[in-house]
């Protein structure tokens, strides 16, 4: 009967290790997992039932299908509560096999799909992280939820934002979070190639095709088979070789620089650029059909002056990679030093301040950052302003038009949020509602 078996599921395209009872199955599955085990009832040494009960642990992502042609319901109804996904009566056919296998795939296709479904929910309804990413601003929580859902799909993604934004690291998410996760992620910078080169870097070369090519090299778009090509700065991409790279989408088929013939290519393509592209094809340096070609999915990323009610959790999130990294040990940012980080411009973005923090961190003398940590921030500009609006004599009236209006400037500067603003006030959260409500603020 093993023989059998074997010989049957090996013309199918399944792998197969055989053992003669269930002390010598229960002995493999210590070094060995398995997609799915047909086990007999009746063996030597340990039999099915007992082989089920030892097994019990090894067994969590394995199918167990169970024979016997001494079977009846009451045994078939124990093989289950004991774990078993199926039970076949002896005599069989083998296609009567083949189809329990194949129904069992489809269940624990089923299930990983599921699972994976309920994760990415999950995820879309409220993470604060993508990759290498955080934000709980409603504009990245936007990004955040169109990259998860692209990720699944093998479509051509164009990333646009201001540098320092992160666009290499939603790419990195959307690769890490697709079915090419084990393939290749290649990133390539195409304005940092010089023009001549460019094109043998991508598409690669035969030996001969050109001076100084004394061997064949593969391009970019081989080196990235089976995973992801990530172009950074495209708009810098030579309208020569634009048309190619088109066709390279279009078709999915490279030739190398001096091939005779064409080649197929798998592999998903996710551009990204600060340069306005519609602007360049209005001046003639960007082809229409390239641009339309690319921004099948477009994701913007906001510059960080868009997204200030993000800056508390960033510098959280560098502090704690630069804690690791430099062996300090910072604890948070003080009030008046955040409500002066969140009103700085930021030309730079997530990169400017990124180096910010890890100057500050260099610099600090205790464990909480200050003002005068940064250089790039004018400490005068936290310094509320002297005149209140107030024009009375009253202290009392006066506090209350100062807080009034300090508290209006917080949640002004955090976006409306009001943990931030309260940490910013140095109050606590309900002092901070309890002030709301006295001088009607929204």
């Given amino acids: 009967m093993r023989h059998m078996l074997k010989s049957m599921l090996v013309r199918y395209g399944y792998e197969i290790t055989t053992a003669t009872d269930g ?37 969590l992502s394995t199918t167990v299908i169970m024979m016997s042609a001494y079977g009846n319901i009451d045994m078939a109804i124990e093989a289950m509560k004991l774990g078993a996904y199926d039970f076949i009566s002896k005599p069989f056919k083998n296609e009567e096999i083949r189809l329990t296998i194949k ?10 799909e599921n699972l994976e479904l309920k994760d990415r929910i999950c995820r879309i309804a409220g993470s604060l992280s993508f990759g290498n990413m955080v934000g709980r601003s409603q504009v990245m929580q936007d990004v955040f939820s169109i990259a ?33 996760r084990t393939g290749p992620m290649v990133p390539v910078n195409c304005a940092s190639i010089p023009e001549n080169l460019i094109e043998s870097e991508l598409f690669g070369h035969v030996k001969g095709a050109f001076t100084g090519a004394d061997k064949d090299k593969k391009g970019l778009f081989e080196v990235a088979e089976g995973g992801t090509l990530f172009l950074d700065e495209i708009g810098d991409i030579p309208v020569a070789l634009q048309p190619k790279l088109l066709r390279v989408l279009q078709e ?47 994701i913007r990323l906001p510059p960080l002056r868009e997204r200030a009610e993000d800056i508390p959790l960033l510098c959280q999130f560098f502090i704690t990679r630069f804690n690791d990294a430099l062996g300090s040990s910072i604890k948070n940012v003080s009030p008046a030093t ?105």
């Fill in 23 to 59: 002390t010598e199955g229960h002995g493999i599955l210590s070094t060995q997992s398995f997609d799915f085990i047909l086990c007999d009832v009746q063996m030597p040494k340990m039999n099915g039932m007992e082989f089920l009960t030892a097994a019990k642990d090894k067994l």
């Fill in 252 to 298: 999915g088929e490279i030739r190398p620089l001096g091939a005779a013939r064409a080649r197929s290519i798998d592999v998903r393509v996710i551009a990204a650029t600060a340069k306005d592209l519609e602007a360049e094809m209005r001046t003639g340096q960007f082809r229409e059909d390239l641009f339309y070609r690319l921004n099948v999915i477009p």
């Fill in 148 to 180: 998860l859902k692209v990720a699944r799909f093998n479509s051509t993604v164009l990333i646009t934002g201001e540098s320092g934004t992160g666009k290499e690291l939603v790419a990195q998410g959307i690769h890490q979070e697709s079915d090419r």
């Fill in 103 to 112: 129904k069992a795939e489809e269940r624990e296709r089923l299930k990983r």
């Fill in 338 to 442: 955040m409500a002066a980080l969140m009103q700085h411009g930021w030309p730079g973005n997530i990169r400017e301040l990124e180096n910010a923090i890890e100057r500050a961190i260099v610099l600090a003398d205790g464990n909480t950052l200050e003002v005068e940590n940064f250089s790039l921030v004018n400490a005068g500009a936290i310094k509320p302003d002297g005149d209140s609006g107030y024009e009375g004599f009253s202290l009392k009236a006066g506090k209350a038009a100062l807080e009034d209006r300090l508290i209006r400037k917080a949640l002004t500067a955090t976006g409306g949020n009001r943990t931030h603003a309260a940490n910013m006030l140095e109050i606590s959260h309900p002092s901070l509602l309890s002030k709301m409500k006295l001088y009607g603020i929204e």
